[in-house]
């Protein structure tokens, strides 16, 4: 995607989680605090972010990997929640291993270890004939 694509697909997702940070603070009870510990991101962003038409500062795809990996949002429901063409759509489904906790655990396992897991998944896909 470009640049200015992906400006827009942020903006669309920040309004969403600012709206998704509102409900668990109204309906669910949870406390900016209680957010920002379990994600950790700023309690600070937290109020930009519920309040993106004041402040106009989109979430960042860090944040928004933090939103998902913390359980906070999930990409089922920004799929669902937020209007999105095929090429957003397609650029949303690469966040998926933020939502795996654990193939995050065993890629940041391996790495530690010295493993090189790209290419591990690189000579993977062109054995199989996909890379």
Request: proline share 2%.
């Amino acid at each position: 995607m470009r640049k200015n694509e992906l400006k827009l697909l942020f903006e669309k997702i920040t309004v969403f989680v600012g709206n998704t940070l509102i409900y668990k603070g109204k309906v669910e009870r949870w406390t900016d605090k209680e957010i920002s510990e379990k994600c950790g991101i700023p309690q600070n962003r937290l109020t930009e972010i519920k309040n993106f038409k004041k402040y106009n500062r989109p979430i960042n795809e860090t944040f928004l990997a933090a939103f998902i990996g913390s359980g906070i949002v999930s990409i089922s429901e920004i799929q669902k929640g937020v209007d999105l063409n095929q090429a957003e759509d397609k650029y949303i489904g690469t966040l998926k291993f933020y939502e795996d906790k654990k193939l995050r655990k065993e890629v940041t396992a391996a790495f530690d270890d010295g493993i090189d897991v790209i290419e591990l998944i690189r000579l993977e896909r062109e054995r199989r004939g996909k890379g």
